[in-house]
């Protein structure tokens, strides 16, 4: 039996978190205090108040006694609370705004960020897109990498070592009918990816006119034998695909790190091995082989013919990237759901499991003329989308500026960032449609919103006369305008919504939060002046405009922005 390369579980519960971020946790400062007054005192009744009323909010409702007093006057000694209004069996407290800026800039100024990391040694294999070569990323399936690629720039800003992955199918019934329709078509010409989808497109259509696919299954027949001939011509042919699909993902941002193939696990046997293990569990009817879930589902591992499923073969790579990693993440399209349950009651079933799996499903994007299918010949691809973003985005960026030339590469970056930005806004189990007027809205929930107000930011500080490095002694300790007070709240949570994305593997609460930090940085840049101002609070609120541009861009190098000066 296969069994895992022993090492501790990878699994950090969510109190575990807080360990590798490294910034003044007042929260958990907080709760230190109150858990002398109440021990049995629960961190969640401890909250950063959304409504402006307070700062935070302590709930005392589901503790016996009377000793809100008491509570009130420990909370009032830690220096950072500027006041605590005690309302019934809540505790309403507001905190010392500029104690929370100075630490913020602290750690900018010392360690380039804020919140400060240190590096975990635990391994994350992310696999992601993986989608058939057998036709370019299509707008409905791009999504996938989005959250992927996300998801792994979090992990690694998180200190985790993170691989990329993406598992080649060049095994199945799609893969054959694309190498299948070469020969048969286009054998004298050079393989192009037109050329291969044309006749991908035309070899399905033959098929479901006939009804046969006899020639296709008896291809896949030889491939499980390891016929090196084959395996080498259909991967050519894949390969020619594969290139595409990654200059599709460079040209929004992303890189994967390994491509693994299915038929590695053919031809080294690896496959054949694993169905030799599984033997004491396996069921037979007729000559096809099936494991029995839990539930009493029938899971094939082969053909009455003897040829391999899709399921064996994920099996052994999943086996292949424990080996190598402590904790896997499978980004996969919502209908691969239940391949992903029954995949993780085999590995914990019948393979020991002692790591961490997550599987992270995603609804797939449309367009407002439907959904999309590469074989039907209805699909927008990647490729299509972003020139048309890209020249929706230049044509709003002339208008606005009156210059031509300069304009290709904002308009570039816009577009890139629009796309990533409103795909992953939207939590990834909801459908959603592309709506170009939505994501390119400069006053809307986008990322050309985002990107203004880092510009703002960016001229703020450019028009300084102020050195920061000399200066930053000297803060005003005058009360800050609401809006300042608002913006410097906001930015101090910045590691708790990290931590949380994380705990949940869900970066599009990194795109929600940069939505509403930019707009209370706005608002803050419409009430508060910075410069011109008296000098202690001209430097306080240039610390402000700092912290807040560094964190943009720690956000927009995780979710995929491209960040410009001008605009």
């Given at each position: 039996m296969y069994s895992q390369t022993t090492t501790k579980n990878v699994f950090r519960h969510s109190n575990d978190y807080d360990h590798m971020l490294?910034?003044?946790?007042?929260?958990?400062?907080?709760?230190?205090?109150i858990r002398k007054v109440i021990p049995e005192f629960k961190e969640e009744d401890l909250s950063f108040d959304k409504t402006g009323h307070c700062d935070l909010t302590v709930r005392t409702f589901r503790y016996k006694g009377d000793n809100m007093e008491q509570l009130k006057s420990a909370l009032l000694e830690e220096s950072f609370v500027k006041s605590a209004v005690v309302e019934g069996k809540y505790l309403n407290l507001s905190i010392d705004s500029n104690f929370l800026l100075s630490i913020m800039h602290s750690s900018i100024s010392t360690t380039g960020q804020y919140p400060d990391v240190f590096q975990d040694p635990e391994r994350v294999s992310v696999e992601h897109t993986s989608i058939n070569?057998?036709?370019?990323?299509?707008?409905?399936?791009?999504?996938?990498?989005?959250?992927?690629?996300?998801?792994?720039?979090?992990?690694k800003r998180f200190g985790y070592r993170v691989t990329t992955q993406y598992f080649?199918?060049?095994?199945?019934?799609?893969?054959?009918?694309?190498?299948?329709?070469?020969?048969?078509y286009n054998a004298n010409k050079q393989p192009t990816p037109e050329l291969l989808l044309d006749g991908y497109r035309r070899i399905y259509r033959e098929m479901e006119s006939s009804g046969s696919e006899a020639e296709v299954e008896e291809m896949i027949k030889k491939y499980e034998e390891g016929d090196p001939v084959l395996i080498n011509k259909v991967r050519k042919i894949a390969g020619v695909m594969l290139d595409d699909i990654k200059n599709d993902l460079k040209a929004i941002g992303i890189k994967i790190d390994d491509f693994t193939w299915e038929s590695d696990f053919i031809v080294s046997g690896e496959v054949k091995t694993l169905i030799s293990s599984l033997s004491d569990s396996i069921k037979s009817e007729g000559e096809?082989?099936?494991?029995?879930?839990?539930?009493?589902?029938?899971?094939?591992?082969?053909?009455?013919?003897?040829?391999?499923?899709?399921?064996?073969r994920d099996i052994a790579y999943h086996m292949y990237k424990l080996s190598q990693s402590d904790w896997l993440i499978t980004v996969l399209g919502e209908d691969h759901s239940e391949h992903g349950k029954t995949l993780t009651e085999i590995l914990k079933t019948h393979f020991d499991l002692i790591k961490r799996l997550d599987f992270v499903f995603n609804a797939f994007v449309s367009l407002e003329t439907g959904s999309m299918s590469t074989r039907k010949g209805n699909a927008v691809t990647l490729k299509e989308l972003i020139e048309k973003t890209y020249e929706k985005s230049r044509e709003i960026i002339v208008e606005k500026r009156g210059e031509k030339d300069s304009n290709d590469e904002i308009a570039r970056k816009i577009a890139i960032s629009a796309i990533r930005f409103n795909i992953l806004k939207v939590s990834a189990s909801k459908a959603m449609i592309f709506r170009w007027e939505d994501a390119l809205d400069f006053n809307g929930d986008s990322a050309p919103f985002v990107i203004y107000s880092y510009v703002r930011a960016s001229n703020i500080i450019k028009k300084s006369e102020m050195?920061?490095?000399n200066e930053t002694s000297s803060i005003s300790d005058k009360e800050l305008a609401r809006?300042?007070?608002?913006?410097?709240?906001?930015?101090?949570?910045?590691?708790?919504?990290l931590s949380e994305a994380v705990k949940n593997l869900k970066p599009e609460a990194l795109a929600n939060y940069a939505f509403m930090l930019s707009?209370?940085?706005?608002?803050?840049?419409?009430?508060?002046?910075?410069?011109?101002?008296?000098?202690?609070?001209?430097?306080?609120?240039?610390?402000?405009?700092?912290?807040?541009k560094s964190i943009m861009e720690d956000i927009s190098s995780i979710i995929g922005i491209q960040l410009v000066t001008e605009m």
């Open positions: 490294m910034y003044q946790n007042i929260h958990e400062k907080l709760t230190s205090t070569p057998t036709g370019p990323i299509h707008v409905g399936r791009v999504r996938n990498s989005i959250i992927g690629d996300s998801i792994s720039r979090l992990l080649v199918n060049d095994s199945g019934k799609q893969m054959m009918s694309l190498y299948l329709a070469y020969e048969k096809a082989k099936y494991l029995e879930l839990n539930d009493g589902r029938k899971v094939f591992l082969t053909r009455s013919d003897g040829s391999t499923l899709y399921v064996v050195n920061m490095d809006e300042e007070r608002t913006l410097v709240l906001n930015m101090y949570t910045y590691p708790f919504i707009k209370t940085f706005n608002d803050f840049y419409e009430k508060c002046k910075v410069n011109d101002q008296d000098s202690e609070i001209t430097i306080r609120r240039l610390m402000t405009v700092t912290v807040y």
